[in-house]
């Protein structure tokens, strides 16, 4: 029997939480959009926060616009030249979010980018996954841009997915940055990898 490969294992938990998340029915989707708001809004970390990096949606993540307007958002912005994302403060999501990077919303590129000291020092982030387990293991889609965004993170990391994401167990490797709140539509989980929640 083939050996499975670290990268194989990976590619295959991608492909089985993804067809998880695609299922939900859109009408569905909208009520556990608004269920992790509610959850999130209910958070400490985030209720002390004024500054929040959220991702906008690829359409089958959760959708967080609707906390919209709460605090000041900063969304990430691929830059190529550096083959990675920066994040960049966004007031107004009708006017200053374009199509990116796989077609994702992002901000537009004549808009200033935080400071790298500044977004790890002072931004709460509510994170995408395709998984995450309670012990605060968060499996992306693989490139580790987000393990790199959230490398110097001070505030805790919150890992936002939906209850069918939730793994009993993923693999991790010695790069991979762990979320300290999995928020799903059922409950928020205090991950065993949390440190501090201030």
Known sequence: MEKMTEPTVKRELRERFLALRRAIAPAERREKDAAICRNIRALECYRRSECVAIYATDGEEPDLFGLWGEKRFFLPRYRADLKRYELVEVADRERELVAGK?????????????????????????????????????????????????????????????????????????????????????????????????
Do not use: W
């Open 102 to 198: 796989y077609g994702l919303l992002e901000p537009r590129p004549e808009l200033a980018a935080a400071a790298p000291e500044f977004a790890a020092r002072e931004l709460l982030f509510l994170t995408p996954a395709v998984a995450c387990t309670k012990a605060g293991v968060r499996l992306g889609r693989g490139g580790g841009f987000y393990d790199r965004m959230l490398a110097g993170a001070v505030r805790p990391v919150i890992g936002v997915i939906y209850c069918c994401q939730l793994a009993e167990a993923l693999p991790v490797e010695a790069h991979d940055r762990p979320v300290e709140v999995v928020v799903t539509e059922e409950e928020v989980v205090e991950t065993t990898a949390v440190s501090s929640m201030n």
